[in-house]
């Protein structure tokens, strides 16, 4: 695929494709920036009878939901697909069975189109979801935050002379990722799945200063290539555990699992329930351990931000959508004058127009996968 003719960049149009983990997605993006269209097939509700994804349901799901939602991106960007100049998939990290239904079905896409395929790491792809509203890449360095259901993540990123960013990690978690733990502590209390957004809605009704929790952070330490700025999530898990039990609130999750059903919003519950299912006890608790939580992220963060002599940050991955880490990454960025960007509206969780837009650069630079591009359900970036 890679062989002849060196690269046709005509439309500027590339279709992404994302199947990494339980959203089936693709788009449409031109020139790396201009979303055409954006669809995600999301298997919440497939999922959530489990409280987590469960990888063979996921894989046949996408089967399922590949044609229709690769169709239905080509249709409401108006585009054939002899129109594309590439097909861009994510590669890895994510599920080896899932990963698989999108790379399988990309490679024939773009076989049959005598077009280019360009491999993708999802990580670089939620960088993009900022990059690519940003116009062109930010001048000098970039550190990057990338934290979700998956990852915690720290890369010191920057544009080589091709375009192509290259990137350093130089933090990640040592155990949970931190929207793991919310989605862990979520279910334990009952909330709804996935729990980061009923955490992100109940926590405005408690107060963050109620319970203080001691948990094992890591300190800034020297690795092979520099100063590390690792996390660790499961600390606060087991802490918000032990204070469920030592005040017996086990019942009232039940409860609550019972009564926040599926279709209700945490607005929805709050209103209907606060004081009864929502206690001040829960409410507190909530809004403390994401207190604590983005707390923990803000200190690595801008450690390492100020160790390395960055300047521009972006936060991405699910858990960007979180609105107590955006307001307090906002303030702290604007304190020491540093610029801050997260995704727009629907590019924080899963998409494939951040995958398209990753893979901009690389198609330009004349990169494309080889034939025999697999999953790599382990791929790291940096
Ligand atoms: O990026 P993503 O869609 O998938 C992974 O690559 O993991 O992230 C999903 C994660 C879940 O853990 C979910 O609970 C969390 O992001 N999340 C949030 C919020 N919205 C999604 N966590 C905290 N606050 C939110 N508003
Ligand atoms: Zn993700």
């Known amino acids: 695929m890679s062989e002849g003719g060196g690269v046709r960049v005509q439309s500027g149009l590339v279709l992404g494709i994302e199947t990494s983990c339980d959203e089936t997605a693709a788009a449409v993006v031109r020139g790396g920036r201009q979303i055409l269209s954006n669809v995600v097939a999301t298997q919440i509700a497939l999922h959530a009878a489990y409280g987590g994804v469960v990888p063979e349901l996921a894989s046949r799901e996408h089967l399922r939901n590949i044609v229709p939602v690769v169709r239905a991106a080509l249709a409401q960007a108006g ?22 239904v999108g790379i399988q079905y990309a490679k024939a896409f773009a076989f049959g189109l005598g077009r280019p395929l360009i491999a993708v790491n999802h990580l670089e792809g939620h960088v993009y979801a900022v990059l690519m509203e940003g116009g062109q890449v930010a001048e000098g360095p970039v550190l990057a935050l990338v934290v979700s259901g998956g990852h915690t993540h720290l890369y010191v990123a920057q544009a ?3 375009g192509v960013m290259g990137y350093r990690n130089v933090g990640r978690t040592v155990d949970d990722a931190a929207g793991e733990a919310y989605d862990k502590v979520a279910k334990l209390l009952g909330l709804g799945y996935p729990g980061g957004p009923w955490m992100d809605g109940l926590a405005v009704a408690g107060d963050a200063s109620a319970v203080t929790f001691n948990f094992g952070q890591i300190k800034p330490r020297d690795g092979e290539d520099g100063v590390r700025f690792d996390f660790s999530f499961s600390g606060i898990k087991t802490a918000v555990l032990r204070y469920v039990q030592g005040r017996g609130m086990e019942a009232a999750s039940e409860q609550r699992r019972v009564a926040l059903g599926a279709g209700m919003t945490p607005a929805e519950a709050l209103q209907q329930y606060k004081g009864t299912l929502l206690d001040a006890e829960v409410l507190n608790l909530i809004a403390s351990f994401q207190g604590a939580v983005v707390g923990n992220l803000m200190r690595q963060t801008f450690a390492a931000a100020e160790h390395y002599g960055v300047r521009h940050l972006v936060v991405s991955g699910g858990v960007a959508a979180n609105r107590e880490l955006r307001r307090r990454f906002t303030a702290e960025a604007a304190a020491r004058g540093m610029t801050i960007g997260f995704p727009g509206v629907g590019l924080s969780t899963d998409n494939a127009a951040m995958i398209a837009a990753a893979a901009w650069p690389r198609l330009v630079a004349g990169e494309s996968a080889a034939e025999s591009v697999a999953a790599q359900p382990q791929l790291r970036l940096g």
């Open 79 to 100: 585009v054939r697909a002899e129109d594309l100049d590439a097909v861009a998939v994510t590669t890895g990290p994510g599920l080896a069975g899932a990963l698989l």
């Open 160 to 162: 080589g002379a091709d």
